[in-house]
């Protein structure tokens, strides 16, 4: 089975903080996602990976960056966290073709 | 343009009921995957199914059925039977080659409440 992990379910984090969110996947995937889901906005992917060290923007970038230094890891960085990106943050990692995705990490910026 | 649409929000039904979710896909392509996932309360996304565009045969997997027509766009998933634990968000999603990855493009869903 494809195992996806997040590092933490829930976090608060405060306005300003810079804030690390991690992705581990263990079946070797090329390509790794990152999206935000927000009530009526759907699933929208803000960073996407398809190899070591390779990054690409995806559709709402601004306010973060990512960080891929090995393959089974992708992690999420908010410079400064804006209340603004209180989300449900999701991440997936695909060999091509389905994603496969973690729980989830829930943050809440006060 | 991509484009996927799930025109139904929010189904409830009553359990032991068959209940189709609907979705129509936009694509310029000749080839392209659509897929389906869940969503539980939980919140982790499940991918259930992955079919490409050169095959249209229908899929049953226990409870689950997709019908896939490319006359209409659409890519709809049928639950027979249906149970408490088949409440969930349902996405639709469509994906096309870019130059390095599969774009994914996931509807809107529809959320199941299945009642005991």
């Known amino acids: 089975d494809v195992k996806v992990t997040q590092s933490s379910r829930y976090l608060v984090k405060r306005t300003g903080e810079k804030v690390f969110l991690e992705c581990v996947q263990d079946?070797?995937?090329?390509?790794m996602f990152w999206y935000r889901q927000d009530p009526g906005l759907g699933l929208r992917l803000i960073y996407f990976s398809y190899d070591v060290k390779m990054k690409e923007k995806g559709d709402i970038p601004e306010g973060y960056s990512v960080s891929r230094e090995k393959k089974e890891r992708f992690s999420l960085i908010l410079e400064s966290a804006s209340t603004n990106q209180t989300s449900m943050y999701l991440c997936?990692?695909?060999?091509?073709?389905?994603?496969?995705f973690g729980p989830g990490t829930r943050l809440t910026v006060t | 343009a991509q484009k996927v649409t799930q025109a139904q929000t929010e189904i409830s039904v009553v359990e032991k009921e068959d209940v189709t979710l609907d979705c129509v896909y936009e694509?310029?392509?000749?080839?392209?995957?659509l897929f389906w996932y869940k969503q539980p309360p939980s919140g982790e996304l499940v991918f259930l199914i992955r079919?490409?565009?050169?095959?249209?045969q229908n899929e049953i997997s226990g409870r689950y059925s997709w019908n896939f027509q490319k006359s209409t766009s659409s890519f709809n998933f049928t639950i027979t039977a249906s149970q408490v634990v088949d409440s969930a968000v349902y996405f639709c999603?469509?994906?096309?080659?870019?130059?390095?990855?599969?774009?994914?493009?996931f509807g809107p869903g529809t959320s199941l409440s299945v009642i005991p």
């Open positions: 079919r490409n565009s050169f095959d249209e």
């Open positions: 999603a469509l994906s096309e080659r870019e130059t390095s990855y599969d774009k994914v493009i």
């Open positions: 079946m070797d995937h090329e390509n």
């Open positions: 694509t310029r392509d000749t080839t392209y995957y």
């Open positions: 997936a990692s695909s060999p091509g073709g389905e994603q496969y």
